[in-house]
């Protein structure tokens, strides 16, 4: 059979070199930023968050999807971060914090020819949060609401069960309340929302393919005058990474999520980062075991890591700067005490101060914490299990977990490295199940009270570090409306996690995107709004 | 052969129950729903009233027995994830998408497998030979993410010739259909490749030479419908691993299939969509293996009396 001729093939050689030019020609051409032309539409590809029109169903850092069509309350200045006039023209709160009144803006249009916005739409907004499918990040918060009551068509009062002190963070763009049409729903119900709902933004929702994409429209009018530069916008969810890089390598988005080992890639092809303007996700090294309540069974004595010294030692083994450098690209500033930034009440600069002495690095110090504690060599043995997991748009932790393992290996602590999932180790902290563990998290911003309430209070169903002091000064707290002695109390606490070396707080770090600076010219965003990547219809195409 | 038929039949429908039991462990073994779906600041107030919700707090035999029951009339629930969508209908919404890339990575498979494997057979020993043997090797060897990538870098971010990802005209199922069917372009290659190889051999196949009909008659006519029997069971069987298969293109390449639900589903912990997809892949899977154990008892009687 050998050399049956088959006249119509080609030759093989002819065939192979055919492939060889087009595989020779396709990895050497280097892409240019697409997009000579400015685009009508702007393609945001995102590492995907949970998509529903149902604000009501889905956490904080999801709000990506509403923020360009269903407004809130309150705005968070891109620029400032304060709390700004938006739905809400001008507003109080009484003296102890239990009624805020909010004065709403006239002339307000919905979307879809629904009619003018009033305080019915607050009050059918603020109803969505209590439906029993509800899953708000601040769904707690919005139970403590004992009523809320309409003045007249522009004025609303919300009455609260305690002294609430975060409400303008709660209806602002950086919480969770979005104001949608009372009068849609009336007439079209749950069905018609899920399908268009609408809102009060300069951009009105277009449609949604269910876990692919959501698209927007530029709104003819907007009360205040907001005209966006690209008349559609579309979130992409792309789940992997090197899709969502060749998407704006290819120019089919113009703005993506990136990890920070891609962003280089993308940068070399003349990509540009973008930065929010303030800091708004931290990274700590949470250690399991720290339940210092009196009388609780989970407590165990025998975890290293309850003796102070182990604490401190595991912090001053890690040399931070090295660590930002090589897994964050150096991108990032320290975290002092886990959750507190420079503009979250409490924050003490004398943390600052005394940061490098009580947790910079010094291997020689670690040793001898170890030793005074009784570990190491001449003493016990300790052992750390470090959990390591990733999330969408959240890839370092693994990384983490092995520069600390390395960090801990040289002052005598072995280590192990488990990869599970975030579901498996939040229910191991829930459970307080984690005696032998300790797992770098990155989370994201909230008020200092927040934050306290959600990690360091025994009753909550996150068990991080628990003490009874933390949790007799949050009641006093909670309790407290006073500006100057709730910036005391909330540093008493910020104090307390500083001395006892309660973590291993790492690092804060600003939201960054990569975009086409051929389309993107400027953008001003301030990353702590709900939803991080926020304010499209500030993105300006750059200058002719 | 009816009794084969309904034993069979019988036995697809026990190992669709097993499936079941499967399925419905391993959601909820992988972890609590709860502890993917709320968000930190969630109170033990939240669990209690979200595992009311959605029946979490019955009993698990409980649980597994309104999710087989609803089951049965197609009824797998609300998506936990996507609110206001049904589980089935979301896994209906995107078949369509699979179906097709499935169909297309099939095609390719077999145009150009077939001419390939034909090709190696009939110049055995030589360079087309040798350059089969290394398509077979690098599709079985290549990792399905890993050259859907480098297809995406190569002709779509490099050249431009095709979409990146997501779904659309013909030229965005390129890629990932390519992707989807390298390795079975591999095994059916080699197999038709083998086949032929034993027809070509055979006494009857002189024989059409000796009788003076055309080369090009004698392999693509005569051979390859003798050698086609080995190869179109497997088609069979591809076409259903293709469909069940295709997770890691769809995601690579943003295809709104099944596969993509499918991912997105077990990282939200979405019991009731993992369950409807694993449920609808097992179905197609099972009754792709019924067709082809019909289909040889159709072709080969003494099956049917074992």
Redesign the interface.
């Known amino acids: 059979?050998?050399?049956?001729?088959?006249p119509?093939?080609p030759s093989?050689r002819l065939v192979?070199l055919a492939l060889a030019v087009?595989?020779a020609?396709?990895?050497?051409?280097?892409?240019a930023p697409a997009a000579a032309q400015l685009p009508q539409k702007l393609v945001f590809a995102s590492a995907?968050f949970?998509?529903?029109?149902?604000f009501w169903?889905v956490?904080?850092p999801d709000h990506l999807q509403y923020d360009p069509f269903l407004e809130t309350l309150l705005e968070v200045d891109p620029k400032t971060g304060e709390y700004t006039p938006r739905l809400a023209e001008k507003w109080s709160a009484s003296p102890d914090y239990k009624e805020w009144t909010f004065h709403l803006r006239k002339g307000v249009q919905f979307h879809f020819g629904y009619g003018p916005f009033t305080a019915k739409d607050v009050v059918h907004s603020y109803s969505l949060t209590q439906r029993?499918?509800a899953?708000?990040?601040?769904?707690?918060?919005w139970?403590s609401v004992d009523e809320v009551k309409v003045i007249n068509d522009h004025q609303i009062v919300f009455r609260m069960k305690r002294p609430a002190t975060t409400l303008d963070y709660a209806v602002s763009r950086a919480g969770d309340l979005r104001i949608v049409s009372k009068a849609q729903w009336d007439k079209e119900g749950?069905e018609g929302f899920?399908k268009r709902p609408a809102g009060t933004g300069s951009y009105q929702y277009a449609g949604r393919?269910?876990?692919?994409s959501i698209t927007f429209e530029r709104a003819d009018k907007h009360w205040a005058g907001e005209k966006p530069a690209f008349k559609e916008l579309e979130f992409?969810?792309?789940?992997?990474e090197?899709?969502r890089l060749?998407?704006l390598?290819?120019g089919?988005a113009h703005i993506a999520d990136m990890p920070r080992e891609l962003q280089k890639d993308a940068i070399a092809k003349g990509m540009k980062l973008y930065f929010s303007s303030f800091p708004v996700d931290w990274i700590t090294v949470y250690l399991g075991g720290q339940y210092h309540m009196p009388g609780d069974k989970a407590f165990r004595a025998d975890v290293p890591w309850t003796n102070k010294k182990v604490r401190q030692a595991m912090n001053v083994a890690i040399n931070r700067q090295e660590l930002l450098k090589t897994v964050f690209a150096g991108k990032g500033s320290l975290t002092y005490v886990t959750g507190w930034s420079e503009k979250s009440e409490g924050f003490n600069p004398e943390w600052v101060k005394k940061f490098p002495a009580m947790y910079g690095y010094n291997p020689g110090k670690a040793k001898q914490l170890l030793k005074e504690a009784g570990y190491g060599p001449g003493g016990k043995p300790i052992k750390v299990k470090i959990l390591a997991f990733t999330e969408p748009g959240e890839s370092e932790g693994p990384q983490v977990a092995e520069a600390l393992g390395i960090y801990y290996k040289e002052v005598g602590i072995d280590s192990e490295i488990e990869v599970l999932?975030?579901?498996?180790v939040?229910?191991m902290f829930?459970g307080k199940a984690m005696h032998c563990c300790i797992w770098p998290n990155i989370?994201s911003w909230?008020p200092s009270e927040?934050w306290i309430?959600?990690?360091y209070f025994s009753k909550?169903?996150?068990h991080f570090y628990e003490h009874e002091y933390v949790d007799k000064t949050y009641e006093l707290l909670s309790k407290t409306v006073n500006k100057a002695e709730r910036q005391r109390i909330a540093q008493a606490i910020g104090d307390h996690l500083f001395e006892e070396f309660a973590d291993i707080p790492l690092f804060w770090f600003r939201n960054e995107v990569v975009a086409n600076p051929k389309v993107v010219g400027t953008w001003a965003y301030p990353g702590m709004a709900a939803g991080r990547s926020t304010h499209f219809h500030l993105v300006r195409p750059p200058a002719k | 052969m009816q009794r084969y038929i309904a034993r069979r039949a019988l036995q697809s429908l026990l190992a669709l129950w097993v499936m079941s039991l499967i399925v419905f462990a391993m959601a909820r073994l992988s972890g609590n729903a709860l502890d993917m779906m709320l968000p930190m600041e969630a109170t033990q107030e939240d669990y209690d009233r979200l595992s009311k919700y959605w029946g979490l707090d019955q009993p698990m035999h409980v649980q597994y027995g309104i999710f087989v029951s609803r089951a049965l009339r197609g009824d797998f629930g609300m998506s936990w994830k996507w609110p206001g969508y049904s589980a089935m209908g979301l896994v209906m919404d995107r078949l369509p998408a699979t179906l097709q890339l499935a169909g297309f990575a099939l095609a390719i498979s077999v145009v150009i497998a077939l001419p390939i494997g034909v090709l190696s057979a009939v110049k055995k020993g030589t360079a087309w030979d040798t350059s089969g043997k290394i398509i077979a090797l690098l599709g079985q060897s290549l990792p399905g993410f890993w050259l859907g990538i480098v297809l995406m870098w190569v002709f779509a971010v490099n050249l431009g010739w095709f979409p990146t990802s997501g779904r659309g005209g013909l030229q965005y199922m390129i890629l990932p259909a390519i992707t989807l069917g390298w390795f079975q372009v591999a095994a059916l290659m080699r197999l038709v490749r083998s086949s032929m190889l034993d027809v070509l051999d055979s006494e009857f196949v002189k024989l059409t030479r000796v009788k003076g009909l055309a080369e090009w008659k004698v392999v693509w006519k005569h051979c390859l419908r003798n050698a086609a029997i080995a190869p179109l069971t497997f088609f069979a069987i591809i076409a259903g691993v293709l469909m069940t298969g295709s997770v890691v293109t769809e995601t690579v390449f943003s295809w709104p299939g099944t596969g993509l639900l499918a991912i997105d589903a077990v990282r939200a912990r979405d019991y009731q969509v993992v369950q409807a997809v694993v449920i609808v892949f097992a179905t197609i899977f099972i009754l792709t293996n019924l067709l082809v154990d019909i289909l040889y008892a159709y072709l080969d009687p003494r099956i049917r009396y074992r």
């Open positions: 059979m050998r050399g049956t001729r088959l119509w093939f093989l192979s087009v595989l020609w396709g990895l050497a051409t280097t892409p995907g949970e998509d529903s029109n149902r169903t956490a904080r029993p499918e899953k708000m990040t601040l769904g707690p918060f139970r749950l899920d393919k269910q876990g692919i992409r969810i792309v789940r992997e090197a899709t060749a998407l390598l290819s089919e999932d975030w579901a498996k939040r229910s829930r989370i909230r927040e309430r959600t990690a909550s169903p996150n």
